[in-house]
Structures are given as structure tokens and as C-alpha cells.
């Protein structure tokens, strides 16, 4: 093992992984130490002699694992983001490995008696606001895993993780590879119809790094989206988003439907052990909003009102198509194509005018400025660090007083070894019970890459400051226990500080300073920014039915009572039919696809949540507009005190009520979607 990099001690720059020197090989063994590892330090603090206490039983807990963790969180973010083929083969075989090793960890009786004990004595105990969270959050923890089971439960139990595990991992690595598989290649000036040069260079480029001629449209989001926005092709538009629609749904090897079914069935199996009637009974508990019927209440706050806003969009769209000798009948590719043009009528709003003024390198200084301005933090790029992928950068993260509180990765382009969408990781998470302990952050966008400066549409600028919201969760974080750090929180909380950092996007004072023409230099126009807007409305009730019919096939999936033979594709049908889904919109992601819900557990029948927090996040950024500054120092520093640095120390609805002085309102949100009367 002397020759192991994941094993040795990291001598690198800020205790980076030596991703120069790891391989896929590697894993494998380090695994096994790691693992034999951790269990020798489960049983020390499960078969102590001591009677249990905070310091031996739930701080040595949250202490454990530093190895294994430092590996896995090497390895995930790896499969995740340069996922060779024997990386892949290495995870599909490992990950029922590990997950039976931790679901052994929660089903430990004598360690779960332990902390069982010191719960039912918490008031009792003399600990602090942060010491007596740690206790709560590791007691349901374990009891969510499976701890008060009967030892014939267990046993199950532990079977069902394991199977779920590998199941998970297949389905992801499915869609990946239907992903990384198509290719819409174009070779005429007839095919790149109404194509603006920006994506003409970035498919392009796409064609070139996959050693094509002409040029080639992905199925990265960076790509395909906008070509359903420009391309005045029906047919290669229909070609394009069937792909992307039929991800996971292809007869043969990647067929992600037999799977889904039997993740469901396991799951139900799961949440049965625990005693309830359904996995989105039983993975609610956990949850700002508790129970399934919370749900519905939001999801139908926005639902009826959003397909009454669609109905007109559709409208307007069929008016157009017709004004232009068209067929009139509104297909899901020919949504996005003719809400371009509304959108260029109604607001004079062109991508190719407003894309120029947004170049990635802009926007990345624009986010640094607003974290500075809001916190006071400063990003200091370093350069010559071996990293995973040439693409990827990083920066210092230092405070008011010039003090290093995190390292920052940036990882913004798409390419086939990388899954699809945008995410925040961590290397490393911040604590500070076992001396300090600074955060490694990384965030994921899969833009196109062009051969100059990355120009990004204004969505894809959102995306970037969402996922950078994320990111300043994690290096924000300032709290003892790694078990509450960071974006450990409850999952319909861990949106709001990616979503309300969204805001600052919009703000006409951040525009003005950062979004500069990529030729010219020049500062955006303030016409310009009034038309961007005055369109933040525009095509909410497409977005809206887009994404809450996704919450609400979720939601109901998970609360079916025998899963183990259900068609996913007919349920699917089944349950946007009863909903009354529009004509033209498809869901945001179908069910063989849907990588949130099936790709792991974490937000299954929670898909919810961004909903949620954007009750939250448009609520509490009224805060800053009632202060008339979106930089207001007092706003900010109690956004930061109790949102960005707090992690899970305190309630979720304690940590917000703190923030805003009161309980949120839904009434902000439904006023920035435009759905309120």
C-alpha cells in the first residue's frame, strides 16, 4: 500500500487530493484499509467500557471516518465529474460495499444504545445549543436508518441499501452514457438554420472535441437547449429533444425503466420496516414541510394558476407560428423556437444581443463581487495546482481580515466524461471541534465551450450564481461538527441560499459594473437591463408546469403501495393525464431520466424542495428591498449569521424566522412568477 496515493499522507498545496497520482486502480485497496479502519473505530466508541457521554460517544462519532471519508469524497466527485470507463466499472462495483458498510454503521446496537441513552437524557445533559443539535440530528439519523428495527429487520434492512445502492449507481451511469452517446451532427448552412454564430461556435467546438466533421449538437443542456430555442428546423428540433426526452428509455443495456421499478419496490419495503404506508411518508419526516399533504398544499398553490398562464403563452405562441405559415400545433420542441420570438416582440429581448455583455469571465468576477460586498470575502486565483481536468480552476477564499477560510474549484464546462447538469461538492467540509478544519469546495456547470470567451445566456448565468449560492454555504460554514456543516441541512432548506443568490444576477447595480461587451468593453445598456427585467416573468407558467409536474409525479410515485411491477412511462401518462398536463410541455425531467429522484435517494419524493425554498429565498430577499440596498449591511450580515453559516447547528425554521423576523410568506413568490391575482 506504500505506493497508494489515496493511503499516503497529501502533501499538497491546502491538502488537496494528488490527482496527478491517483488512478482508478487505486480505489479498490484504499477501500479496503478505509474501511477496516472505520470499523475499528466504530467498535472503540460502541464498546467502550465508559458509560456513555457527549465527548466519547457522539463527538467521537462525528470525529470518525477521517480517512474513508477523504477517499469517498475523492471518489464521487471523480465518478461525477471524470468518470473514465474503469472509474465507472470500479464505482458500480463498490457501491454496494459501501453502502452496507454504512448502513452497518446506523444498525451498531450497542452504538445506537448509546446515543439512544444520552437522548433520552439530553435535558439532563448540560450541553450547548450546537452539542444537543449534534445529539438530535445523529438519534434520528440512526433511527431513520433502521436502528430500532428487530435484529430479523435489520438484516433486511441492510439488504435493501446494499441492492439500492447498486441500483442507484446503474441508473446514473445510464443516462450518462445515453448522454455522452448522441450526437446530432449538422454539415450544411441548412442545417445550422437560425443558428446565432455563438452556438455555431460552440457546436463546433463540440464537433472538434469529439473528432467530427461539421458540427455537433450534444445532448449537454449548454447545447441542446439553446438549439430548440434558434433552430428553425422542425424536423432536427424534433430529432434533438426526443433524445433528450428518451434519456434512460432506450430497450437494451442503459433501459433505466425495469430499474425504477425495482428501486421503488425496495423503497416501499424500506419505509414499511419503519411503519409507514409509503416512501414519501417516511422520507418526509425529515422535512421542513413533514408530511405528503404539506406538499400538495404548495405544489397546488402554483399548479392551477400556472397551467391558466400556460394556455395564454400557448397561445401566443400558435399566433405566431401561424403568422408565419407554420403548423399551429404546439409541439414540446417547438415551445422553446417560438417563445424566442414572443420574446423577442414583447420585450425586444435577442440572445444574441444580450450574450455578448455576459461572458463566463465576467460573470465569475460578478459573483466574487457580490460575496465581497455582501460578506466581505475576496477569491485570489492560483495557478500551476495539478487539478483533475485542465478546465478546472482555483481560487483562495480569504475574509475581512485577510484570513484563508476555504479553497474554491470551478469546474463550468460540459464534455463526456462528465454527467449532465450543475452541482456543488466538497473535497473537504468545514468543522472546528478537532482543531480547524477548512472547506474544499467544488462547483459543476456543464456550459459549452467555445474557442474564445464562454458566452452565457441569462439563464445560464442564474445557474452559475445558484450553484456558486452553494458553494457559499460550504465556505461559509462556522460550525464544530461536521455532521452540521455546510449544506448538511434539511433538504427543502439547502436551496435557499443557492436561489437567493440568484438574486443579485438581476440587480441593475451588479449589471452595470459586470456585464461588459466581450468586443467593445462597453457596459450593458441601461434599456437593456429594463428589458431583462421586465421578461423575468416572461414564460413562467412553460417553466412553472415544467417543474411542478415533475414535483408532483414524484411526490405520487413514492406514494404508491405496490411499486413492483409498475410501467414508469404508463404511470407517468397516468398521472400528468389526471393532472390535466398542458398540450406542448413535457416534464422537466421524465421518469427514466429523472437522475434527482433515481440516481440516489436524496431527493426522492423531496423534488419539491426548490419550490419550497423559493418561498423562502423571494421572501427573504424582499428584505434587502425593503432596506432599498441589495447590499444592505445589516440584511447581510443576518443572512450570513443565520443562513450561510450556520449549516444545520439550529431548526431550519428557527435559522429563517431569525433571519426575517417573522414565519415566510408564500405571497412573494407567487408575485415574482407572476401567478397571483
Not at 444498525?107 to 445529539?135: K, M, P, T, V, Y
Amino acid at each position: 500500500m506504500q505506493d497508494n496515493p489515496l493511503l499516503q499522507p497529501w502533501d499538497t498545496p491546502y491538502g488537496l487530493p494528488p490527482f496527478d497520482r491517483i488512478f482508478p486502480r487505486h480505489f479498490e485497496p484504499a477501500f479496503e484499509v478505509a474501511l477496516a479502519a472505520h470499523l475499528q473505530e466504530i467498535n472503540a466508541i460502541a464498546e467502550q467500557e465508559a458509560p456513555p457521554s457527549f465527548n466519547n460517544t457522539l463527538a467521537a462519532l462525528d470525529g470518525a471516518a477521517g480517512l474513508l471519508t477523504r477517499i469517498e469524497r475523492v471518489f464521487y466527485n471523480l465518478t461525477s465529474s471524470e468518470a473514465s470507463p474503469e472509474l465507472q466499472a470500479v464505482e458500480l462495483k463498490l457501491a454496494p460495499r459501501l453502502a452496507a458498510h454504512h448502513s452497518s454503521v446506523y444498525l451498531n446496537s450497542r452504538l445506537f444504545a448509546r446515543i439512544d441513552s444520552l437522548h433520552r437524557e439530553r435535558q439532563a445533559l448540560g450541553l450547548d445549543g450546537e452539542q444537543l443539535r449534534l445529539l438530535e440530528r445523529y438519534h434520528l439519523d440512526f433511527v431513520l436508518a433502521g436502528a430500532k428495527l428487530s435484529p430479523q429487520d435489520k438484516a433486511r434492512y441492510g439488504e435493501i441499501v446494499e441492492q439500492l445502492a447498486e441500483l442507484t449507481t446503474r441508473f446514473s451511469q445510464n443516462v450518462q452514457a445515453d448522454e455522452a452517446g448522441f450526437e446530432l451532427i449538422l454539415q450544411s448552412e441548412e442545417d445550422l438554420a437560425g443558428l446565432p454564430e455563438s452556438l455555431r461556435a460552440a457546436a463546433r467546438q463540440a464537433a472538434q472535441d469529439r473528432q467530427r466533421d461539421g458540427w455537433v449538437i450534444t445532448l449537454s443542456r449548454s447545447l441542446v437547449m439553446p438549439f430548440l430555442t434558434f433552430s428553425s428546423r422542425r424536423d432536427l428540433r424534433e430529432r434533438a429533444f426526443e433524445a433528450w426526452s428518451q434519456r434512460g428509455e432506450h430497450a437494451g443495456e442503459h433501459d433505466n425503466r425495469p430499474l425504477a421499478s425495482q428501486i421503488l419496490a425496495l423503497r416501499l419495503e424500506q419505509a414499511k420496516l419503519h411503519g409507514h404506508v409509503s416512501f414519501a411518508d417516511y422520507t418526509l419526516v425529515d422535512t421542513m414541510a413533514g408530511t405528503p399533504a404539506a406538499v400538495y398544499d404548495l405544489l397546488y398553490k402554483v399548479w392551477e394558476p400556472a397551467k391558466q398562464r400556460a394556455a395564454a403563452e400557448r397561445q401566443q405562441l400558435a399566433e405566431i407560428a401561424a403568422s408565419e405559415g407554420q403548423p399551429t400545433d404546439i409541439q414540446p420542441w417547438d415551445w422553446r423556437y417560438y417563445a424566442e420570438k414572443v420574446r423577442i416582440a414583447k420585450y425586444d429581448l435577442d440572445d444574441e444581443e444580450v450574450k455578448p455583455y455576459f461572458s463566463l469571465a465576467r460573470m465569475t468576477e460578478a459573483m466574487f463581487d457580490c460575496a465581497n460586498r455582501l460578506f466581505g470575502l475576496r477569491f485570489v486565483e492560483k495557478t500551476g495546482i495539478p487539478l483533475y481536468h485542465p478546465d478546472v480552476r482555483l481560487w483562495e477564499v480569504l475574509d475581512r481580515d485577510q484570513a484563508l477560510i476555504g479553497i474554491f474549484l470551478a469546474d463550468n464546462f460540459a464534455r463526456a466524461t462528465k454527467q449532465g447538469g450543475a452541482w456543488m461538492d466538497e473535497y473537504r467540509t468545514q468543522s472546528k471541534a478537532r482543531g480547524i478544519t477548512l472547506p474544499i469546495v467544488v462547483n459543476n456547470n456543464n456550459f459549452a465551450k467555445g474557442d474564445g470567451d464562454t458566452l452565457l445566456s441569462f439563464d445560464d448565468v442564474r445557474t452559475l450564481f445558484h450553484e456558486f449560492g452553494h458553494g457559499l454555504h460550504g465556505l461559509l460554514s462556522n460550525v464544530r461538527y461536521t455532521r452540521l456543516a455546510g449544506t448538511a441541512v434539511l433538504g427543502d432548506f439547502v436551496e435557499l441560499p443557492s436561489q437567493i443568490f440568484e438574486n443579485w444576477a438581476l440587480e441593475p447595480c451588479v449589471l452595470k459594473q459586470h456585464a461588459r461587451h466581450v468586443e467593445t468593453g462597453e457596459p450593458i445598456p441601461d434599456a437593456l437591463i429594463d428589458r431583462l427585467r421586465a421578461a423575468s416573468q416572461f414564460n413562467q407558467g412553460f417553466e412553472t408546469i415544467e417543474y411542478t409536474s415533475s414535483a408532483l409525479v414524484d411526490l405520487a410515485l413514492h406514494q404508491q403501495t405496490d411499486p413492483s411491477q409498475l410501467d414508469i412511462t404508463r404511470f407517468e401518462q397516468t398521472q400528468l393525464a389526471k393532472l390535466g398536463m398542458p398540450d406542448g410541455i413535457r416534464m422537466r425531467h421524465r421518469l427514466p431520466h429523472f437522475g434527482h429522484v433515481f440516481g440516489g435517494d436524496y431527493y426522492a419524493s423531496r423534488y419539491y424542495v426548490y419550490l419550497w425554498a423559493e418561498v423562502l429565498d423571494t421572501d427573504g430577499y424582499d428584505a434587502f428591498k425593503e432596506a432599498g440596498n441589495p447590499f444592505a449591511p445589516d440584511v447581510a450580515e443576518r443572512l450570513l449569521r443565520h443562513i450561510y453559516s450556520t449549516g444545520n447547528s439550529i431548526d431550519p425554521r428557527a435559522a429563517f424566522k431569525a433571519f426575517r423576523g417573522r414565519e415566510p410568506e408564500v405571497g412573494p413568490m407567487l408575485k415574482a412568477r407572476g401567478l397571483s391575482n
